[in-house]
């Protein structure tokens, strides 16, 4: 059994383990207890005399019981009632289940804050008793009970922090479900060896079950579908994932299950225990792009369509250079009445508000900067000049239609406007829905238009060569 789903001992401190020994052995008389005391595997199958119980185990607070014969929750009562500064307690492949949890004996257990019931075959029953009476349980172990389903209590336990709940039979979504609605403030859940075969859940509905799940194990599970994977992003506080082993992944190398499970999840920072550096997400996103690229479009994952790769709003942008055989007509009107950029090198205009908020990569945006060398930068202005390839380290977020050492103060101008203009907007509508095809009901309600017009390049002159370039960014509202 593996120890990442069941550590051997909770917390730090000195500890004892006594082993089996013969029986009248004079061990007893000699120890001197710490505050974890390891009882697994001695035969035991009663609580014995309860002063002496009270009188080794004054400073214990964490007990391991395992594999010991107890199958009375009245001898485990009697135990752990003697045991006053007790916090954690593992009663793993212990059979509990031959008796009945009464709330009178659940009582004694009111200040674990740590309960390990593996492989005890414990009921939902039994487990219902339980939360109902240790208000302040925060981590619980029931792995190997054999759970096909999940019964739910009419309280819910907001104290439960983590569960463990690995190697069962739970292989429907509906089940699983039931745990969200149980402990609402579950940080972590560990779902390892369920065979779930997939998450049917909308969203939205997600995202209220488990508002504040940080780390989710699904190691060995049934999941077959990309989609089961993008479900992940609905839950917003999300940072740690395991998915080893399931069939989905099976047909791919190692490195593609890497980056590709760390491409869809954005908001992860730890995938199967290690965490995703900064530049193996940038490598990550790349291969993302690469991979699919040549994929027919209806098997392109949600992520890569337009509208949700480039996210909602920024829906559109071009550049055209300025050729002889190009003439302007094909560029979106641009004139004197523009505003225009400082013509200094390396210059920017100053930050513009926008009417609505653009989304690019799934942030809202609500300023932008034109940058006289051929970018349109959010929030912050960029008078870089040397290029660099996306996505950028230190996280700047713009859109670069031909980024260069741009002067405009030895000649050409830079114009550029926001507009509502219908004319404009049906134009926009027009090109949206011819140029991508998955985008047929596409109606533009805002346009943003950039001109670059004749602008050489630093170090150039009146008579060096010019190009004329345009970038516009298209809203359906």
């Known amino acids: 059994y593996s120890p990442e789903n069941f550590p051997y001992r909770r917390g730090p401190g000195m500890g004892v383990h006594v082993p089996a020994t013969p029986q009248g052995s004079p061990m007893k008389d000699r120890l001197n207890l710490p505050s974890v005391l390891v009882l697994n595997s001695c035969g035991i199958t009663c609580a014995g005399d309860e002063k002496e119980i009270a009188a080794f185990c004054a400073h ?5 019981l395992s594999d010991n014969k107890l199958e009375d929750w009245h001898e485990v009562s009697k135990i752990v009632s003697n045991v006053p500064q007790l916090e954690f307690l593992n009663l793993s492949s212990n059979p509990l289940n031959l008796s009945v949890l009464e709330r009178t004996c659940a009582g004694s257990f009111s200040g674990v804050r740590k309960l390990v019931l593996n492989n005890s075959k414990a009921s939902w029953e039994t487990v219902h008793t339980i939360l109902q009476e240790l208000p302040d349980l925060e981590e619980l172990f029931l792995c190997l009970n054999d759970y096909e389903t999940v019964s739910c209590p009419s309280i819910c336990c907001h104290s439960l922090k983590l569960l463990h709940i690995t190697d069962n039979n739970l292989q429907d979504w509906t089940e699983i479900r039931k745990l969200g609605v149980m402990f609402p403030s579950l940080d972590t859940l560990v779902l390892a060896n369920n065979h779930l075969n997939a998450i049917e859940e909308p969203d939205d509905s997600l995202a209220r ?7 989710i194990s699904l190691h060995k599970s049934g999941l077959q579908s990309w989609e089961d994977i993008d479900k992940l992003n609905s839950f917003p506080k999300l940072e740690e994932v395991r998915l080893l082993g399931i069939p989905l992944l099976q047909p791919y190398t190692t490195e593609e299950r890497r980056k590709l499970v760390i491409a869809r999840l954005p908001s992860v920072s730890k995938l199967n225990g290690s965490v995703v550096t900064d530049g193996e997400r940038e490598d990550s ?5 690469r991979y699919y690229v040549d994929v027919p479009q209806e098997e392109v994952p949600f992520r ?4 949700s790769f480039l996210r909602i709003w920024v829906s559109f942008i071009f550049a055209l250079v300025r050729h002889q055989a190009q003439p302007r007509e094909l560029m979106y009107p641009f004139w004197q009445n523009d505003t225009k950029t400082p013509k200094v090198d390396d210059g920017s205009s100053s930050e513009i508000k926008l009417a609505i908020p653009v989304f690019f990569f799934g942030v809202p945006y609500r300023t932008v900067y034109v940058n006289n060398n051929g970018v349109v930068s959010f929030n912050v202005l960029v008078s870089q000049f040397t290029p660099e390839s996306f996505p950028l380290t230190d996280g700047r977020a713009f859109i670069a239609p031909f980024w260069a050492d741009v002067h405009n103060g030895i000649r050409g101008e830079i114009y550029y406007r926001e507009t509502m203009d219908p004319v404009i907007l049906k134009r926009a509508t027009k090109d949206i829905r011819k140029y991508f095809k998955d985008m047929a009901t596409f109606s533009a309600t805002w346009v943003f238009i950039v001109t670059w017009e004749e602008v050489t390049f630093y170090g150039g002159s009146s008579t060096t060569p010019v190009n004329t370039f345009q970038a516009v960014l298209v809203s359906d509202g």
């Open 209 to 215: 079950l488990f508002p504040n799940l940080r780390s």
């Open 60 to 64: 214990v607070s964490e007990l391991d």
């Open 304 to 307: 890569m369509n337009y509208s």
């Open 285 to 289: 996103e790349r291969f993302f792009i």
